[in-house]
């Protein structure tokens, strides 16, 4: 009776043993969907950029010739005409020579102006300038085409300064200057004031954008510029702002600025580097942490120190279309917004700073306003106190934040010889 009971108990294990065994084999498995939360792509969005694309200049003056001068600025259809003609032809066999700016100014032509003094190798990028020395010629700001009565040669100025050189060939004829000229001929007159600005002697239309606005986070930001972002520790200021580092870089995050800061000083001081070298690293980097978001400039590329180990590079922001694209200049409170700013030693990047807050997109509003001109203008730049520290006045944009948008007021801005930027006072859009 005990053996016939294991001999049932031993085949019903087998049994279970068998059916265990098919299900094992024969059955799919069900697993339960982990859904990812709070997961933050590493790369930061925004389009790509190539150097040639960063270099055009700030305003194009037309001058008539006979004390009388418009201006054009960025994105307007002449001033693509003219640039465009401008970038195809060839100056060669620049050399140094005297150059006398009031001689130009009454002269029929063209002034193509930048807003800071960039090395001729730069330029080369967007234009065909040919002969010995470029890379050892001094930083120029502007470009002076024109013409002389009696003569049927065009002269050309690359002027700064240090300096002025003049191309001794230059493909562009007497028609191309009469031409470009031409196309101011219905445009607003602007009166040249002392020190080289120009003031419009009507009201300058202009256009209040309202743009949706999407903001960096602290977790894209470590995962864009760490090599290991899960070895960041993470520190508060007293004023509020976070620190992450990982003992070697550092990225300061001011909540109150909407402004970032990366650090990276360990990278080597060693070689000597061109301007255009240091430009085409500062593309690189910006292009893989972050992009650009918009239209941007080339506004200056300096050397720190004389004989120094470093250069700065600053990116400005344009915006617009019609009538004309203006840069951003910083917001209503005077916190930062608008420019890129990089250091970089020997091609490598040690500082980057720039706004947390990204336009997002096309505009989502509209407002045409004007500038004041004429003598309501004339008025306030004459009441102005530091006209002497005055190195430009421009229209441009001021940003004031409003929660998830941003809100570009047109002002006349001051740009200052020491470097800053600041609001014209009354100088704002109506």
């Not at 967007?126 to 013409?147: C, Q, S, W, Y």
């Not at 607003?188 to 954008?209: C, I, K, N, W």
């Not at 910006?286 to 470093?310: C, K, T």
Request: a negative charge; hydrophobic letters at 40%.
């Amino acid at each position: 009776m005990m053996e016939r009971a294991k001999t049932l108990c031993l085949a019903v294990l087998i049994a279970a043993s068998l059916v265990q065994s098919y299900l094992l084999a024969y059955s799919e498995p069900k697993f339960d969907t982990i859904i990812p939360t709070d997961y933050v792509e590493s790369k930061l969005e925004g389009t790509q950029a190539e150097l040639a694309a960063l270099l055009f200049p700030k305003d194009i003056v037309l001058h008539f010739g006979n004390g009388e001068h418009t201006l054009l600025y960025p994105h307007m259809i002449f001033y693509r005409m003219i640039l465009e003609v401008v970038e195809q032809r060839t100056f060669d066999g620049l050399r140094e020579a005297a150059f006398a700016s009031e001689t130009a100014q009454d002269a029929a032509g063209v002034e193509i102006r930048f807003a800071g003094e960039l090395p001729l190798s730069l330029l080369q990028q967007a234009m065909n300038l040919k002969g010995e020395g470029l890379h050892a010629a001094a930083p120029i700001d502007r470009i002076h085409i024109f013409t002389q009565p009696g003569r049927e040669d065009v002269r050309v100025f690359f002027v700064g300064s240090d300096g002025a050189y003049e191309a001794t060939r230059a493909d562009l004829t007497v028609k191309d200057v009469e031409r470009f000229v031409g196309f101011g001929e219905a445009r607003t007159r602007y009166t040249a004031a002392s020190g080289g600005h120009y003031l419009p002697d009507e009201p300058l239309p202009m256009v209040q954008y309202t743009y949706e606005s999407r903001r960096f986070t602290a977790d894209q930001l470590q995962r864009s510029l760490f090599p290991d972002p899960f070895s960041t520790r993470n520190l508060t200021e007293r004023d509020g702002s976070e620190i992450y580092t990982d003992g070697k870089r550092g990225l300061q995050l001011s909540t109150e600025r909407e402004w970032f800061s990366y650090t990276d000083p360990a990278a080597t001081a060693e070689g000597e580097r061109t301007a255009l070298e240091t430009a085409l690293s500062a593309v690189q980097f910006v292009n893989r942490h972050g992009g650009w978001n918009g239209d941007y400039m080339l506004e200056s590329i300096r050397q720190d120190q004389p004989n120094g180990a470093e250069q700065s590079v600053v990116f400005r922001h344009y915006v617009g279309t019609y009538p004309g694209s203006y840069p951003i200049i910083g917001t209503r409170n005077g916190a930062p917004f608008g420019p890129i700013e990089l250091t970089l030693r020997n091609r490598n990047v040690t500082s980057y700073e720039r706004s947390t807050v990204q336009l997002d997109g096309q505009p989502v509003g509209r407002m045409p306003l004007h500038l004041p001109g004429g003598d309501r203008l004339l008025k306030l730049w004459n009441a102005y106190s530091e006209k002497a520290l005055v190195r430009a006045i421009f229209p441009a944009y001021r940003a004031n934040f409003a929660e998830d948008r941003v809100v570009l007021e047109p002002i006349w801005a001051l740009s200052m010889i020491d470097g800053s930027v600041r609001a014209l006072p009354g100088g704002g859009a109506y």
